[in-house]
């Protein structure tokens, strides 16, 4: 516990230099030579370092945040005393530091903020709830190298052999530790040739002829099957929302960007930007 506290400062220090949301509680609860500490700032940082305050009791958290923070005011008044706020790698990294969290407070202010209840509804009824439903299979497979060695497999399952010992004994497919299961699936996610042959089967099936892909040989056995309809809008809502806020903000940058002046002089720079753009803008 001793250990945790101490290393709470420098935990501390860098919420202050992310670029996150601050709490808006401006009661003050303490002050350092004069400087307020406010109630939001303490709340921030269990907030955003959840995880280096866990181990402490409810009941201390607050008083572990103050603690933490106190170090930190203290250091930082020294450090400008001595003028080490005026050097100028220091000050570059403030100025980098502000525009992030310039930048993030933008996002949440021009974008997130602006996202309403019903376009996040509009969103999920168009292209979730009025999906189809669809249709997937659990299947198992066992995955050789060699046509004949798949063949000897089918032989020993027709033969009243069991395929989970026979893909753990046989596949060179990671699903083998498993008896060759691969879980739930749908449309796509296979390469063709497996998703015709598994689609085709009944569960409790196995394929009776090898089935060649770019991987080897398969066995495969489907072993359920279940139509998986679309999620309420409780459970996927947040992700929506993040899908309506990434594309809100990529076409911003869009819009910011057709209207701005960018030169790059280093030529492979430029080459090496203008890839990254394009990978952008096909996403």
């Not at 990671?174 to 296979?190: H, K, N, Q, V």
Request: charged share 30%.
């Amino acid at each position: 516990m001793h250990r945790l506290f101490r290393l709470l400062p420098f935990a501390v220090a860098l919420v202050f230099a992310a670029p996150a949301a601050r709490a808006a509680d401006d009661t003050v609860v303490a002050t350092v030579n004069g400087q307020p500490v406010t109630e939001g700032e303490l709340t921030a940082i269990q907030t955003e370092l959840e995880s280096a305050f866990d181990k402490i009791p409810e009941d201390k958290k607050m008083a572990a945040a103050l603690s933490a923070l106190i170090e930190i005011r203290l250091m930082v008044e020294d450090a400008t005393k001595q003028g080490i706020d005026k050097k100028p790698a220091l000050a570059r990294k403030i100025a980098l530091l502000r525009e992030r969290a310039l930048h993030a407070a933008y996002i949440e202010d021009q974008v997130a903020g602006k996202v309403t209840e019903e376009e996040i509804r509009a969103r999920y009824d168009k292209e979730i709830a009025a999906a189809p439903p669809v249709n997937e299979v659990r299947a198992s497979h066992i995955l050789v190298d060699e046509k004949a060695k798949a063949d000897e497999i089918i032989k020993k399952l027709n033969e009243g052999a069991d395929f989970a010992a026979l893909a753990k004994e046989n596949s060179k497919d990671g699903s083998a530790a498993e008896g060759g299961d691969l879980g739930f699936f749908g449309p796509g996610r296979m390469v063709p040739e497996f998703e015709k042959a598994a689609f085709a089967l009944e569960v409790g099936a196995y394929t009776k002829e090898a089935v060649q892909s770019q991987f080897g040989w398969h066995v495969i056995k489907v072993t359920d099957k279940r139509q998986q309809v679309p999620p309420p809008y409780d459970q996927v809502k947040e992700q929506v929302k993040g899908a309506i806020i990434t594309e809100k903000y990529f076409a911003l940058v869009k819009s910011m960007r057709e209207g701005a002046k960018i030169e790059v002089p280093d030529a492979a720079l430029k080459a090496g930007l203008d890839e990254i753009e394009a990978q952008k803008a096909k996403q």
